[in-house]
T-cell receptor
Framework: EDQVTQSPEALRLQEGESSSLNCSYTVSGLRGLFWYRQDPGKGPEFLFT???AGEEKEKERLKATLTKKESFLHITAPKPEDSATYLCAVQGVTGGGADGLTFGKGTHLIIQP | NAGVTQTPKFQVLKTGQSMTLQCAQD?????MSWYRQDPGMGLRLIHYSVGAGITDQGEVPNGYNVSRSTTEDFPLRLLSAAPSQTSVYFC????????????FGPGTRLTVT
């Protein structure tokens, strides 16, 4: 059974204070690891897909990296508008009901001005 | 493009009532799915469809039915609502089962009393 654990559950940073969110996973053959952003009262918004260890992707102040056991979402010099819940999900070869995604519980990020 | 749309946004039901949550997408995506999101838990897959006329169960299908008569629409039916079905429901779509960049709708917040 595919599993995803995200840490910390919540993180409060000052504006400009860089940090990283962690996503640890176990999966029976990784097809992809995904990062989403979710704002209150809205659906998740796709950010990145990572397919293999060593891969990195960037978008504005966000950078996602992948190893064989975990992924990090690095946030550089964050701004208040980066406040959101960040979700990690994996897609395994056999998990999640035929190509469904297994999601973590998310990290609730607050950036204070 | 409206993307993925869901109606209603909010709904209150009494135990035993039935209802249908509507989902539509205008991106000509083959793959559609329904998730529920509960506090302290990750998104969980309810049902999915790999194309018109084809549906299958996800992780938590009990108490829900789906059908897919067109590419655009994927309604979720609650047969006899129970308090345990109080949740936020998200519909999602992606181009096909092999393309895993998934787009989510805005969600339906359902309360069963």
């Amino acid at each position: 059974e595919d599993q995803v654990t995200q840490s910390p559950e919540a993180l409060r940073l000052q504006e400009g204070e860089s940090s990283s969110l962690n996503c640890s996973y176990t999966v029976s053959g990784l097809r992809g690891l995904f990062w989403y952003r979710q704002d209150p009262g809205k659906g998740p918004e796709f950010l990145f897909t990572l397919y293999s260890a060593g891969e990195e992707k960037e978008k504005e102040r966000l950078k996602a990296t992948l190893t064989k056991k975990e992924s990090f979402l690095h946030i550089t010099a964050p701004k208040p508008e980066d406040s959101a819940t960040y979700l990690c999900a994996v897609q395994g070869v056999t998990g999640g009901g035929a190509d469904g995604l297994t999601f973590g519980k998310g990290t609730h990020l607050i950036i204070q001005p | 493009n409206a993307g993925v749309t869901q109606t209603p946004k909010f709904q209150v039901l009494k135990t035993g009532q039935s209802m249908t949550l509507q989902c539509a997408q205008d991106m000509n995506h083959e793959y559609m799915s329904w998730y529920r999101q509960d506090p302290g838990m990750g998104l969980r897959l309810i049902h999915y469809s790999v194309g018109a006329g084809i549906t299958d169960q996800g992780e938590v299908p009990n108490g829900y039915n789906v059908s897919r008569s067109t590419t655009e629409d994927f309604p979720l039916r609650l047969l006899s609502a129970a308090p345990s079905q109080t949740s936020v429901y998200f519909c999602a779509s992606r181009p096909d089962r092999w393309n895993n960049e998934q787009y989510f709708g805005p969600g339906t917040r359902l309360t069963v009393t």
